[in-house]
């Protein structure tokens, strides 16, 4: 019930496409679903998150969808571009301080 | 901009050495936490702390202990290195529920 499983693992996009990561968990006591966003050498950074009162929030190329019922949400990047390139993780928390991540998608955008 | 800052990127060790991690935040956050990361593994808690002289274990804590004397510095101790500690190491640190973490660039640990 503590896992939260995403896919796909890896992900090659043509630049100016869409990006889909998708992930799901069983704990219905999740209430925040953060997406970090981690470049080679460096610490994953917080990109995006969103709460389950919502089913969608945009920051700038950056959506999250979030589905309650199925207990799914997933990021979406549009306009994709080289320089997104990276590995994103999502992680999901019971309004604590306490989050169980994903295993991670590595993102290509092709130039 | 909160910084987390560890104090190595790259540590090689031999078999059975005690490995001190340490992790310093500059922004007065309650609560910091120590991740390894491995490849399609993703990111895995080793432990937590919530508060000076409180921790708490995570989904690994074995072979691992932990020491929190200030609010912040947080070191991770890796009791009697082993091979299959061979990993990333991530210290994060966050202010509360709801605000995310703030990561630290890593500590790249080889035990051989």
């Known amino acids: 019930q503590q896992q939260v499983k995403q896919s796909p693992q890896s992900l090659i996009v043509q630049k100016g496409g869409i990006s889909i990561i998708n992930c799901a968990y069983e704990n219905t006591a999740f209430d925040y679903f953060p997406w970090y966003q981690q470049f080679p050498g460096k610490g994953p950074a917080l990109l995006i998150a969103i709460r389950p009162d919502v089913s969608e929030k945009k920051e700038g190329r950056f959506t999250i969808s979030f589905n309650k019922s199925a207990k799914q949400f997933s990021l979406h990047i549009m306009d994709s571009q080289p320089g997104d390139s990276a590995t994103y993780f999502c992680?999901?928390?019971?309004?604590?301080?306490?989050?169980?991540f994903g295993t991670g998608t590595r993102l290509k955008v092709l130039a | 901009d909160v910084k987390v800052t560890q104090s190595s990127r790259y540590l090689v060790k031999r078999t059975g050495e005690k490995v001190f991690l340490e992790c310093v935040q500059d922004m007065d956050h309650e609560n910091m936490f120590w991740y390894r990361q491995d490849p399609g593994l993703g990111l895995r808690l080793i432990y937590f702390s919530y508060d000076v002289k409180m921790k708490e274990k995570g989904d690994i804590p074995e072979g691992y202990s932990v020491s929190r004397e200030k609010k912040e510095r947080f070191s991770l101790i890796l009791e009697s290195a082993s091979t299959n500690q061979t990993s990333m190491y991530l210290c994060?640190?966050?202010?509360?529920?709801?605000?995310?973490?703030?990561f630290g660039s890593g500590t790249r640990l080889t035990v051989v």
């Open positions: 992680a999901a928390g019971v309004g604590t301080y306490k989050y169980i």
């Open positions: 994060a640190s966050s202010s509360g529920s709801y605000y995310g973490y703030t």
